[in-house]
């Protein structure tokens, strides 16, 4: 029985040995076939080519390739023109909506000009308001106190200097015809040697540019009503702006940061009060001095007898609030009185005064005072007062410099301001992702 089970299995297993030989054998012939096939394939390609390019002609008869597409005309122009061509045409918007604030400004020049000088006002005059809060005294009491004060002082410093004018021009005609009688004498026997033809015709030729000028001079008097008038209302609207601003500022401010959009309302809000910062010493610093250089330079014009001291010293405080031209030109203003009224070595002396006030100014005061609240370059500094003065004059001018320096406060708080927003969004990311990927590790070690 055994054997016969063990004969059985012997030809189980040879059965299936036989089987699986005959699918390989199948499988090796399909696979023959298939590459048989393809080799076949191949061949007839081949001959068709060659056929093919037997049958073309020659290069030169050859007709044309066909259409192939191009690129967008977008993807085919350079990168760097492109980013050229972005900025320009952003450059060009801007530019546009400058010019348009520009001829708005120009056409309420009277408004504008009023509520800056309001603005200059109120920051020289806002400590004395916060002073007299603290000492008890209300708030609308105390702002209509520092206001009628400070404008009240303002028009008796006019008063003063009108007066004085008045009173001393009669005196001043004459010394000026005798400055002038020996200004002449001094071209004609002094190192220039000039002839009394040279100096008539001088003489002559001013005398034509004032005949020429005569109706522009009458017109420019006909005008002077209306320069009255407008004088007057600048005065009122600034007045009315200075006291609004002492007394109700802060809600005015708030209700500005109101039209600011919501995105960009924190930046702005921070940079409010750095700019007002700025603004005040500025205002503060150039009044200091501007006083320092009127007393200086009074005092020694006044030890040099020139005629009208006092007056010219208040001129001299006026023009300080021009940055570099107003120094320029109020001194030039003394050193010609001078020349005219005491003469030549008089009038050296008024300029060696004036240098050496403007040298101390510039090395000692203005840096010592001002400090690093205005950090303006000297560069800017007579840009701006030129454009400032071309586009509205001395009041142009008296404003341009503090525009700039809180411009300049404004933009590097809000870049720095934007700096740091962006790396506290970037630190909020890496908090909240930090914890994630931590528990993704603690899960991975305790799988």
Known sequence: MGARLNERRADIDRESRQSRGELKDDAAAESSGASEALQAAQELQDTSGAQGAASQPSSDSQPPSPFVPRPEPALAVPWGLRVAAEASWRLLVLAGTLWVLMRVIST???????????????????????????????????????????FVTIALIGWFVTWQVTENIDNLSDQVQNGIEDLRRWLLNGPFHLTDKQINSVAQS???????????????????????????????LTFFSTLFLLYDGKRIWEWTLKLVPANARPGVAGAGPRAWATLTAYVRGTVVVALINAFSIGIGIYFLNVPMAVPLAVFIFLFSFIPLVGAVASGALAVVIALVTQGVFTAVMTLAVVLAVHQIEGHILQPFILGRAVRVHPLAVVLSVACGGMVAGIEGAMVAVPLVAVTNTVVGYLKDYSQGAALRTIRAVGSVTAPNSASRDTGYRTL
């Open 108 to 150: 309420v020049q009277l408004v504008v000009l009023a509520f800056v000088v309001a603005l200059l006002l109120t920051a020289l005059l806002e400590p004395a308001v916060s002073r007299l809060k603290r000492k008890g005294i209300p708030r609308g009491l105390a702002t209509a106190l520092t206001a009628i004060f400070g």
């Open 206 to 236: 001013l005398a034509d540019a004032v005949g020429a000028n005569t109706d522009a001079i009458t017109s420019v008097g006909l005008e002077g009503v209306a320069v009255v008038v407008e004088a007057l209302t600048g005065i009122l």
